[in-house]
């Protein structure tokens, strides 16, 4: 079998001393290759640039021949890079060059290379594209970059970012097996020479890319030797017995290779039944991958992991356990999806699955929070049910405090609490102390409410939530009584509780604070500035856990508002050059407002170093740069940039999320039209009509419009919108 086959060879390759790792680097001559000139959208960037994001980009920013400014130091990088900056009418120059180059260098300027190679390496495979499209070469790309590899490989300089190129070439070329073998060949060297995945990213991708190549060749193998019962133990080799990447990741990945639809499609499939027969729902492992994925605010994507866990255990439904399905409820509720929350509450109803209390709190909290038609009446349905049909514990009482005060019904909320404390003090834990302090603030007595606070805080054994100090502090904000909003700031910058974590509300409260203390101490705004970058730092050195996500919104939210448009600006560019990582909300906000002061450099360079972070592409994130096209029209630009976005559709047609939207071809018409270009919109025009576009309620007004001015509307436009 070849799954046999091929373990055993990686068994022989990986348990070869590290004396002998040199000599398989050596011999293995055909190795790795490129991929394009662009990265995928997976992949970390692997040019040495310098990690600092400057202000503005400037012309140093990328350059038009697709390699690096020169670098000036060592002689030897330096030669590599004149080399590749030069013209070249074919290959067999290009190639002496550069085999000179090694030849010449000493040893010393080869060892003091070795980081800068991870960038050398990556142009002169790109020059190897650029050299053959201009020369219309023919030649498979494996044969060409051989010249260059076994070069790397020769002197020990090869990073895994040209490896990956390199397969993902002989995937391309179909060469599935044989690409297969170099990366079995080959895995030793790299997993014994940690260097060969270095990266200056805070994320390094190198070393997972390298595991998903491996894991896309194996299941590719298999395909092409009409196999399709997956080795186990072959995945645990590829991941080196770490955790096997997941569904998601490997699908993100193999969009990114140029593969057919249908080996695409099987190879997902193969991994996904793998995944699926080896998955426990009830897994410690399982559940915290919910709450992660809830935490990040991927919201998405929880449902469609939660659908499908549950969807896997059909006809096996009594085996999941209630604690699961009362974790699957929290997170659901975390991300406001209450309704949803809801619905597993009617599964476990269903499935005759134990509702033990914590399923009967999270329904109580998703109806709290719900907003339909009689949503108070179920909520006292649901809190008599408790009553009489449950043991309730702090946080039942808890969330129905909550929901009391925040519907106003104090005297109800004291009733309560008197109760609590005098026939059930000891359910008085952290949850009801703070439904206590909630209930003062609600009540307008805020000195009580921070007093009280203090001395809970000298009770080892009290935890606040992030609710409460959000709370406290927007009161004492709103009263101006800046020092005790200070004092309770310090607690969440020094991490004086480790599970609390600042939340999209603690933000918001956060920068409001500044803004507000600091105008009236009359600090300029580069000052306040300064105050909240300070926050962000002392928090990491903290270790607080740092929810991006949360403050990423609240900086976007800052984007939108003129008057605070520059602290906004100036949050999410510290975010990026602290290599703190930005998701497309944030990368979108920076773009959105290069966009709209005209400068569509800035835009770009942002753009696509969001890409090379491993932002996905899609419609929504590249309608960005459109739409400020379509302010700031350049219809040069815009060709080039949708040549891009047209390959990037060609080599991956079956991902919906970057197929051109109604958005799309709404900017590129507004472009057209402003910039009076009658040739673009009427190419823009054949495009729309060629797709299956949804048309909305915009596009049709503008395509009545552009008919009614002599433009060369499709018939099938018209037929769609009647």
Same mark, same amino acid.
């Given at each position: 079998?070849?799954?046999r086959?091929?373990?055993?060879?990686?068994y022989?390759?990986?348990?070869k001393s590290l004396s002998?790792?040199?000599t398989i680097?050596?011999?293995?001559?055909l190795?790795?290759?490129?991929?394009q000139?662009?990265?995928?959208?997976?992949?970390t960037?692997?040019?040495?640039?310098?990690?600092?994001?400057p202000?503005k980009?400037?012309s140093?920013n990328?350059?038009?021949?697709?390699t690096?400014?020169?670098?000036i130091?060592n002689?030897?990088?330096?030669?590599?890079y004149?080399?590749?900056?030069q013209?070249?009418t074919?290959?067999?120059p290009?190639f002496?060059?550069?085999?000179?180059?090694?030849?010449?260098?000493s040893?010393?300027?080869?060892?003091?290379?070795t980081?800068?190679?991870?960038?050398?390496?990556?142009v002169?495979?790109?020059?190897?594209?650029?050299?053959k499209?201009?020369?219309?070469?023919?030649?498979?790309?494996?044969?060409?970059?051989?010249?260059?590899?076994?070069?790397?490989i020769?002197?020990?300089?090869?990073?895994?970012?040209?490896?990956?190129?390199?397969?993902?070439?002989?995937i391309s070329?179909?060469?599935?097996?044989?690409?297969?073998?170099?990366?079995?060949?080959?895995?030793n060297?790299?997993?014994?020479?940690?260097?060969s995945?270095?990266?200056?990213?805070?994320?390094?991708?190198?070393?997972?890319?390298?595991?998903l190549?491996?894991?896309s060749?194996?299941?590719?193998?298999?395909l092409?030797?009409?196999e399709k019962?997956?080795?186990p133990?072959f995945?645990?080799?590829?991941f080196d017995?770490?955790k096997p990447s997941?569904?998601?990741?490997f699908e993100?990945f193999?969009q990114?290779?140029?593969?057919?639809?249908?080996?695409?499609?099987?190879?997902v499939?193969l991994y996904s039944?793998?995944?699926?027969?080896s998955?426990d729902i009830?897994?410690?492992?399982?559940?915290?991958?919910?709450?992660?994925?809830?935490?990040?605010?991927?919201?998405?994507?929880?449902e469609?992991?939660?659908?499908?866990?549950l969807q896997?255990?059909k006809?096996?439904?009594?085996?999941i356990?209630?604690?699961?399905?009362?974790?699957?409820m929290?997170?659901?509720?975390?991300?406001?999806l209450?309704s949803?929350?809801?619905d597993?509450? !009617?599964? /476990? $109803?269903t499935?005759k *699955?134990?509702? #033990?209390?914590?399923?009967? =709190?999270?329904l109580?909290e +998703?109806?709290?929070?719900?907003?339909?038609?009689?949503?108070?009446? !179920?909520? /006292? $349905?649901?809190w008599? *049910?408790?009553? #009489?049909g449950?043991?309730? =514990?702090?946080?039942?009482? +808890?969330?129905?405090?909550?929901?009391?005060?925040?519907?106003?019904?104090?005297?109800?909320a004291?009733?309560?609490?008197?109760d609590?404390k005098?026939?059930?003090?000891?359910?008085?834990?952290s949850?009801?102390?703070?439904s206590?302090?909630?209930?003062?603030?609600?009540?307008?007595?805020t000195?009580e409410?921070?007093?009280?606070?203090?001395i809970?805080q000298?009770?080892?054994?009290?935890?606040?939530t992030?609710f409460?100090?959000?709370?406290?502090l927007?009161k004492?904000?709103?009263?101006?009584?800046?020092i005790?909003?200070?004092t309770?700031?310090?607690e969440?910058?020094s991490?004086?509780?480790?599970s609390?974590t600042?939340d999209?509300?603690?933000?918001?409260?956060?920068?409001?604070?500044?803004?507000?203390?600091?105008?009236?101490?009359?600090?300029?705004?580069?000052?306040?500035?300064?105050?909240i970058?300070?926050?962000?730092?002392?928090?990491?050195?903290?270790k607080?856990q740092?929810?991006?996500?949360?403050?990423i919104?609240?900086?976007?939210?800052?984007?939108?508002n003129?008057?605070?448009?520059?602290?906004g600006f100036?949050?999410l560019?510290?975010?990026?050059?602290s290599?703190?990582k930005?998701?497309?909300v944030g990368?979108?906000?920076?773009?959105?407002?290069?966009?709209?002061?005209?400068?569509?450099d800035?835009?770009?360079?942002y753009y696509n170093?969001?890409?090379?972070?491993?932002i996905p592409?899609?419609?929504?994130?590249y309608n960005?740069i459109?739409?400020?096209?379509?302010?700031?029209?350049?219809?040069?630009a815009?060709?080039?940039f949708?040549?891009?976005?047209?390959?990037s559709?060609?080599?991956n047609?079956?991902?919906?999320?970057?197929?051109?939207?109604k958005?799309?071809?709404?900017f590129?018409?507004l472009?057209?039209?402003?910039?009076?270009?009658?040739q673009?919109?009427n190419?823009?025009?054949?495009?729309l009509g060629e797709?299956?576009?949804?048309?909305?309620?915009?596009?049709?007004?503008?395509?009545?419009?552009?008919?009614?001015?002599?433009?060369?509307?499709?018939?099938?436009?018209?037929?769609?919108m009647?």
């Amino acid at each position: 079998m070849l799954s046999r086959s091929l373990r055993s060879t990686y068994y022989t390759t990986t348990l070869k001393s590290l004396s002998k790792v040199s000599t398989i680097a050596a011999k293995s001559s055909l190795r790795f290759q490129s991929t394009q000139t662009e990265t995928t959208n997976i992949e970390t960037s692997t040019t040495s640039k310098s990690n600092d994001i400057p202000n503005k980009a400037t012309s140093n920013n990328s350059n038009n021949n697709g390699t690096s400014p020169q670098k000036i130091g060592n002689p030897f990088v330096s030669s590599l890079y004149q080399i590749a900056n030069q013209n070249y009418t074919e290959f067999s120059p290009f190639f002496e060059k550069v085999q000179h180059a090694f030849q010449k260098a000493s040893n010393g300027e080869k060892s003091r290379a070795t980081f800068s190679m991870i960038s050398v390496g990556n142009v002169l495979l790109t020059k190897i594209l650029t050299i053959k499209e201009q020369t219309n070469n023919d030649v498979p790309n494996s044969i060409l970059f051989k010249e260059i590899i076994t070069l790397l490989i020769d002197n020990k300089m090869i990073h895994s970012s040209h490896f990956v190129r390199y397969l993902k070439e002989l995937i391309s070329e179909k060469k599935y097996v044989n690409a297969l073998t170099v990366w079995i060949e080959n895995v030793n060297y790299f997993r014994n020479n940690k260097n060969s995945f270095a990266s200056k990213d805070a994320d390094n991708l190198n070393e997972r890319n390298f595991n998903l190549a491996g894991l896309s060749l194996y299941l590719l193998s298999l395909l092409a030797n009409n196999e399709k019962s997956v080795d186990p133990e072959f995945i645990k080799l590829i991941f080196d017995k770490k955790k096997p990447s997941t569904l998601l990741t490997f699908e993100r990945f193999v969009q990114s290779l140029q593969l057919p639809a249908e080996d695409s499609s099987t190879i997902v499939k193969l991994y996904s039944a793998f995944i699926n027969a080896s998955f426990d729902i009830n897994s410690e492992e399982s559940l915290k991958s919910i709450n992660a994925i809830s935490f990040s605010g991927r919201i998405v994507q929880l449902e469609n992991i939660i659908d499908s866990n549950l969807q896997l255990y059909k006809g096996k439904e009594s085996s999941i356990k209630p604690e699961t399905l009362s974790v699957y409820m929290k997170a659901l509720n975390t991300a406001k999806l209450y309704s949803r929350a809801i619905d597993i509450w !009617k599964f /476990a $109803s269903t499935h005759k *699955i134990e509702i #033990n209390i914590d399923i009967w =709190n999270q329904l109580l909290e +998703a109806f709290t929070n719900i907003k339909i038609d009689g949503s108070k009446n !179920k909520v /006292a $349905s649901v809190w008599e *049910i408790m009553q #009489n049909g449950t043991k309730l =514990n702090s946080k039942s009482y +808890a969330i129905y405090l909550k929901y009391l005060l925040k519907n106003e019904e104090i005297e109800k909320a004291e009733s309560i609490l008197n109760d609590l404390k005098k026939n059930n003090s000891k359910l008085f834990d952290s949850d009801l102390r703070c439904s206590m302090i909630e209930f003062l603030t609600a009540s307008n007595k805020t000195n009580e409410a921070f007093q009280l606070f203090k001395i809970y805080q000298k009770d080892e054994k009290f935890v606040p939530t992030i609710f409460v100090y959000n709370r406290l502090l927007s009161k004492l904000i709103v009263e101006k009584k800046y020092i005790d909003a200070e004092t309770l700031l310090n607690e969440l910058i020094s991490a004086k509780y480790k599970s609390i974590t600042p939340d999209t509300a603690t933000w918001t409260t956060i920068i409001d604070f500044l803004l507000k203390s600091s105008a009236e101490s009359g600090l300029s705004q580069d000052e306040i500035l300064i105050k909240i970058f300070a926050i962000i730092d002392s928090m990491k050195s903290e270790k607080v856990q740092f929810n991006n996500v949360a403050f990423i919104t609240v900086a976007n939210n800052l984007l939108r508002n003129p008057q605070t448009q520059d602290v906004g600006f100036s949050i999410l560019q510290h975010l990026e050059s602290s290599n703190i990582k930005l998701n497309s909300v944030g990368y979108t906000g920076i773009i959105t407002t290069f966009a709209k002061a005209g400068d569509m450099d800035n835009a770009l360079y942002y753009y696509n170093k969001a890409l090379s972070k491993g932002i996905p592409l899609t419609t929504i994130f590249y309608n960005s740069i459109l739409k400020g096209y379509s302010n700031n029209p350049n219809i040069k630009a815009t060709k080039e940039f949708m040549s891009k976005i047209k390959s990037s559709i060609k080599g991956n047609p079956n991902n919906n999320k970057i197929l051109p939207n109604k958005y799309t071809y709404y900017f590129l018409l507004l472009q057209g039209v402003y910039a009076k270009d009658s040739q673009f919109v009427n190419e823009t025009l054949k495009d729309l009509g060629e797709s299956n576009t949804d048309l909305g309620n915009e596009l049709p007004k503008i395509l009545t419009s552009l008919k009614s001015n002599g433009y060369q509307v499709p018939e099938s436009l018209f037929f769609k919108m009647k």
